[in-house]
């Protein structure tokens, strides 16, 4: 004899609340916090200004006198991440965090005309995944991202 549909109704309804639970804890468990979002985004920064200041913006002067500037740059991704960590703002939703980034401008490096960068990152499971960036050099994406800074 089978049970009455609403009684097999309250068990699913129990079977997923208790799975919807369990994954919420979870994710909540495995929410990167400012620590590991430091370590993220020191390597992303060193990437970045890599690609902007090594080959776009470093003086000739300092060009002759910097032999490596890539290797230069990346072996300040812990201070990079460090700048990066006091230039944002967390947002923890428990199952997972946002994390927005502003950072760039003279007030980085007095001497190079650097633009202000803003970055919007999730962080969940682990992980974290950039969702929009903009800068001062490209007003049209800019505009287009449409994160509320």
């Known amino acids: 004899m089978r049970p009455p549909s609403s009684l097999r109704l309250a068990r699913w309804g129990t079977v997923l609340a208790l799975g ?19 370590g993220f985004a020191g390597d992303q920064l060193a990437e970045l200004a890599v690609e902007e200041v090594c080959a776009k913006r470093l003086p000739m002067p300092l ?10 740059i ?14 944002t703002r967390r947002q923890n939703f428990g199952l997972f965090s946002l ?7 003279p007030s980085v490096l007095p001497f190079l005309d650097l ?5 919007l990152t999730v962080a969940a499971a682990g992980r974290f995944k950039i969702l929009s960036t903009s800068s001062d050099n490209d007003p049209e994406k800019a505009s287009a991202a449409g994160v509320p800074w």
Not at 22 to 38: I, K, S
Not at 74 to 82: A, E, I, P, T
Request: charged share 20%; with cysteine.
């Open 20 to 38: 919807g639970g369990v994954t919420g804890a979870a994710l909540a468990f495995t929410n990167p916090g400012l620590e590991e979002f430091e």
């Open 115 to 119: 633009p202000v960068y803003r970055v």
């Open 99 to 105: 994390y927005r980034t502003q950072i760039g401008g």
């Open 63 to 72: 060009q002759l006198a910097i032999q490596n500037c890539p290797e230069l």
């Open 74 to 87: 990346r072996s300040q991704h812990k201070v990079l991440g460090d700048l990066a960590r006091r230039n």
